[in-house]
């Protein structure tokens, strides 16, 4: 047997669950295991993306003792788009330049 740890984090609370379970359970085994799919309703189990010390891992990844599963929640926003918005905004602003993207020069 290994002890592992499964977590799910929200912004102002998080579910932090230490399980012991057989040699050579996957990472998808023990999260149903845990029962943490069913005290958190928030967590979509039909697609899952799970990592085991934040590292994105495959439900299939065999897990070691000690390791700790993370249930990963979705993108609000995609980091590029997100990015690029607030690069338009500081040009419109005065912030940057038009042309470059950089800093305006200071006159």
């Given at each position: ?14 579910t ?14 023990a ?9 958190c ?67």
């Amino acid at each position: 047997m290994i002890n592992v740890e499964v977590v799910f984090a929200l912004p102002t609370t998080a579910t932090c669950l230490s399980i012991e379970v057989p040699q050579g359970t996957t990472v998808e085994q023990a999260v149903i295991q845990s029962g943490i799919i069913e005290m958190c309703p928030e967590i979509d189990a039909t697609s899952l993306t799970l990592g085991v010390w934040n590292r994105t891992v495959k439900a299939n990844y065999e897990l070691k003792d000690g390791d700790r599963i993370e249930i990963y929640r979705p993108l609000i926003a995609d980091p590029k788009d997100a990015r690029r918005k607030r690069a338009e905004k500081a040009k419109e602003e005065g912030r940057a330049n038009k042309i470059t993207g950089g800093r305006p020069l200071e006159k």
